[in-house]
């Protein structure tokens, strides 16, 4: 994967985020998407080694459109700044399950695992077995190949208090933010120069083992509420 196309591509878009630049440069995005599709094929048949569960996907359920949805938006910028590729069990960027997801933005790329953005019941059910079966997730954070990448779950989507029951029940919890959030995501930030390096790839495969034990946590509730 030609990674320093990819930014510098994503570098002029963002100055230059309106159609007419962009259909001038049509081809030049059409040869970026060409070659994240090869990366993302091939990142697929490596993961079948690491998460036998994501071997069902094809390279269309991993990729995200470029375009922007503006309907709703008080941004009508048409185009996305960033490029998001997602390997999830089951359905890709549709999956529930915790994924495996690498970022393109130039100045904050980034791999994240996780489950992000659940529904109101997985959501109450992940806090649940968080609470019941903390010990066993302090002890996946602590492992020698997780720990150097992962340290506890993002702050996005984390709440001011804990939500209810735990306001009452949790006062001795010793980790109180892993069940004041509605997402259950976890990151390791990348710089450009990371994305561009030869040895990328294999990079990319050691984070997803060490987010694999993660998601394995994660999608045991996950797998209970479908």
């Not at 938006?73 to 390997?87: E, F, T, V």
Request: proline share 6%; aromatic share 14%.
């Amino acid at each position: 994967m030609n990674a320093q196309q990819v930014l510098d591509f994503l570098k002029r878009l963002t100055a230059n985020n309106n159609r007419e630049w962009f259909n001038a440069h049509k081809e030049e995005w059409l040869a970026c998407k060409a070659d994240l599709e090869v990366f993302t094929a091939q990142w697929i048949e490596a993961m079948q080694e690491i998460d036998p569960a994501t071997a069902d996907l094809k390279v269309k359920d991993c990729m995200y459109r470029i375009y922007r949805d503006t309907r709703f938006s008080h941004n009508k910028a048409p185009y996305k700044d960033w490029i998001g590729l997602i390997i999830a069990p089951h359905g890709g960027r549709k999956s529930p399950y915790g994924c495996y997801y690498l970022h393109f933005q130039p100045g904050q790329c980034l791999f994240a695992g996780g489950v992000w953005c659940p529904e109101p019941d997985m959501i109450k059910a992940l806090r649940r077995d968080i609470f019941d079966n903390y010990e066993e997730l302090e002890s996946i954070f602590s492992r020698e190949d997780v720990a150097p990448y992962f340290q506890g779950f993002d702050h996005d989507g984390e709440l001011k208090k804990l939500p209810a029951p735990y306001s009452q029940t949790a006062k001795d919890f010793p980790h109180p933010k892993w069940i004041s959030r509605k997402s259950f995501t976890f990151e390791y930030r990348l710089t450009d120069a990371d994305m561009q390096a030869p040895d990328f790839f294999e990079h990319l495969l050691s984070l997803c083992r060490a987010a694999k034990p993660l998601n394995d946590f994660l999608n045991y509730t996950v797998s209970a509420c479908i």
